[in-house]
């Protein structure tokens, strides 16, 4: 392919790749690792469509040179993992466990070693099952559990890691682990999940409190956003549509950046609100940091349901695999839109997650030709570029994922990597995709 056909992103634009440790470690019950809410989780039946576990998962935890050697090939600049708590304080409480600590230690210095700046996320789902024994994110106490962890690994890594992320997308661990009941804990309390989301946002600022009190220069966020889009100009469905909006987005980057939550949202917040509360949240940003995958459709429901909103299909536009559409589009206008209306409150944008699951495995050749993820990512970058061209501040794009893995209650179902894992073998084999990802980093006029 001539280098002209690959989207240009100004000097000093990271590309990097994400991963989290729960996808991809495997070893939970080695060094020390107390059990998490996920190891419960997949243990129930039912839970997990193909019933499998994150028992062994890419085996990443004893594939850590081959693992980033691979990214070292790729020519990132940064990769972006989670610290399990549960390697940490295996109770989720009490002293750090040192072998836990030893882990990524010596990951990190993998990572520096071989140009790849770590971005570190410290809540990436698998909460420490002895806390949620106690209530989980519903109590407040948790909250203070997470600070002190934050300390901990703050004090050891703040002086070689370049990123920092308190919580992944609090919305998708709040609403499917609290609310729906889809992710673990399992828990189906449909709008009594408030608490738990109010209490991870309080967990965000109070580790980036910590962090900075740490030596952490760059604390950030990882968010996930959708453009919520109206099923029809019917009024009803445009009105759910906004309380939903405000549901799914509002509710978490307006405390992050504004320090109050979405007007109409206020009150429901009354009963786990304490003062001083909003003020913890906003806590200043280094940079914001959104997961983009698509965008979603809203309708009224009918009277009789559970919920007051139904999800209904975006029709008119390719899938993935995974059965989600294909809009590059929604993620410029997202990007413009939210630079128009958070300005000065917005710090500079990464794009922390993009990427797309397609099963395609190897052939008799050895070739995986995921020409699709190609199409996807060159969309999404190009994507990114326009935006940036209409003045947003975008200053780097992690594709989520290395390699494929664990994906929650998929199991190993969707394949999100540019690296194929075969998970007979754990033999890992480079996509397509990734050739493509490296020519494209390698096109960069000056990259990071
Ligand atoms: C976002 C989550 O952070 C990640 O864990 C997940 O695998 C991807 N979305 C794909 O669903």
């Known amino acids: 392919m001539p280098p002209h056909d ?122 420490p099952q002895a806390l949620e024994d106690d209530g989980g994110w519903l109590n407040r106490d948790t909250v203070d559990r997470f600070a002190e962890y934050a300390a901990i690994v703050g004090e050891r890594f703040a002086d070689r890691v370049e990123h920092w992320i308190p919580v992944n997308e609090p919305n998708v661990a709040s609403v499917l682990g ?45 968010n996930n956003h959708a453009p919520i889009w109206p099923a029809s100009d019917d009024d009803a469905d445009v009105g759910m549509s906004k309380i939903f909006d405000a549901l799914w987005n509002g509710m978490f980057l307006e405390p992050m950046l504004l ?27 280094d940079f914001y940091g959104v997961n983009y995958y698509n965008p979603m459709k809203i309708a009224a429901a009918d009277e009789d349901s559970e919920i007051p909103f139904d999800v209904r299909e975006v029709i008119g536009y390719p899938t993935t695999d995974f059965g989600w559409p294909i809009v590059p589009d929604a993620l410029r206008e997202w990007l413009v839109m939210f630079r128009a209306r958070f300005r000065a409150a917005l710090p500079p944008i990464y794009i922390t997650e993009s990427g797309c699951s397609y099963a395609t495995g190897p052939d008799e050749n050895g070739v995986v030709d995921d020409q699709a993820r190609i199409d996807y990512l060159r969309s999404h970058v190009n994507a990114v570029s326009e935006a940036i061209t209409r003045g947003v501040d975008v200053r780097g794009y992690y594709c989520w994922s290395l390699m494929d893995n664990f994906e929650w209650a998929e199991g190993y179902t969707q394949r999100f990597g540019l690296v194929h894992v075969d998970y007979e073998t754990l033999k890992r084999t480079r996509k397509n995709s990734f050739h493509w990802y490296a020519d494209l980093i390698a096109a960069q006029p000056q990259h990071v």
């Open 6 to 127: 690959f989207p240009l992103l100004p000097p000093g634009f990271r590309f990097g790749t994400s991963t989290a440790s729960y996808q991809i470690e495997g070893a939970v019950a080695e060094d020390g690792r107390g059990p998490s809410i996920w190891d419960t989780f997949t243990a129930e039946p039912g839970r997990v469509v193909d019933g499998t576990t994150g028992e062994v998962a890419c085996d990443h935890y004893h594939r850590v040179d081959e693992d980033v050697a691979l990214m070292q090939e790729l020519g990132t600049g940064g990769y972006r993992f989670s610290i399990a708590w549960p390697r940490i304080q295996p109770t989720g409480r009490g002293p750090a466990n040192e072998k836990g600590l030893a882990f990524y230690d010596r990951l990190i210095d993998t990572l520096l070693e071989h140009g790849q700046q770590p971005m570190v996320t410290l809540y990436h789902w698998d909460l």
């Open 178 to 222: 609290y609310s729906m009941g889809t992710h673990a804990p399992g828990k189906k309390l449909l709008f009594d999940f408030l608490p738990a989301a109010h209490h991870l946002l309080l967990a965000h600022g109070r580790a980036a409190i910590e962090l900075r009190r740490a030596g952490a220069t760059s604390i950030g966020c990882a």
């Open 259 to 285: 320090g109050r939550y979405p007007a109409d949202l206020m009150p429901l917040f009354d009963d786990v609100m304490q003062d001083g509360d909003l003020a913890t949240i906003r806590q200043p940003l």
